[in-house]
């Protein structure tokens, strides 16, 4: 081979990797310059769910733990009756009890700080006021018992008349690191919309930041 031929063909290559270079530019500005959670990109899918469900929605950081460090959640809550501050209420992530519940849908109020434990672990949980008609109670019960792995349902204090619905999601990889704690997906609604819960659901359960596999939250399985 000719050195005129072999350096075209150099220059060829070079110019391939500054192709391949300024395509992954293009796509890192065009998503915000950031890589998104497990799950992230179906944010704007269950947005347009939620609104178009009259509900309110919102993505949002958990606030960190006070010692950033591996399970550093888990600290922040030695007992039941600790007192908890969580970004978005009722709670998509954050601070919690070492134990999580028992996996179920219940009809009396287990506590807040056990269930966010469950949404670490990837878990959607239903949440409805004490004002809430039975006969709502009884529609989120039949699509909670659709498909219950990763579910959790239960009844929550200030919620009024308002149902809700919330997840966790994060990368296990970086779970703990450099300030990341994953985000916390919240909707408040005022009733069941079917279509959306499901859009939610379907979005985000079994993507908990802390990588538990979807399989392992079974109904009536616990800590």
Known sequence: MDRERQRNILFAIAGLGIAGVVIALVVIFASGGSTKDAAGGSDVAVRKAMVAAGCTYVSKAPLPPKQDVPSGYH????KLT???KWSTFPPS??????????????????NPRQVVHNL???????WWGPKVPESTVSRLRAFYNQSPTGMFGTPLAGLGNKVAV???????ARYYRDGYHGIGHLAVCPGFD???FTVFRDAYRGHGPEGTPLE?????SGP
Not at 75 to 78: A, C, F, N, S
Not at 93 to 110: D, E, I, K, N, R
């Open 93 to 110: 992530g954050g601070s919690h009890y070492p134990l999580w519940a028992v996996w179920g849908f219940y009809t009396q109020p287990v």
């Open 216 to 220: 392992a939250d079974q109904e009536g």
């Open 82 to 84: 600790t007192k908890v």
């Open 194 to 196: 079917e279509h959306a």
């Open 166 to 172: 919330s997840a966790w999601t994060g990368d296990p």
């Open 120 to 126: 670490e672990h990837g878990g959607v949980v239903l």
């Open 75 to 78: 600290l922040d809550v030695p």
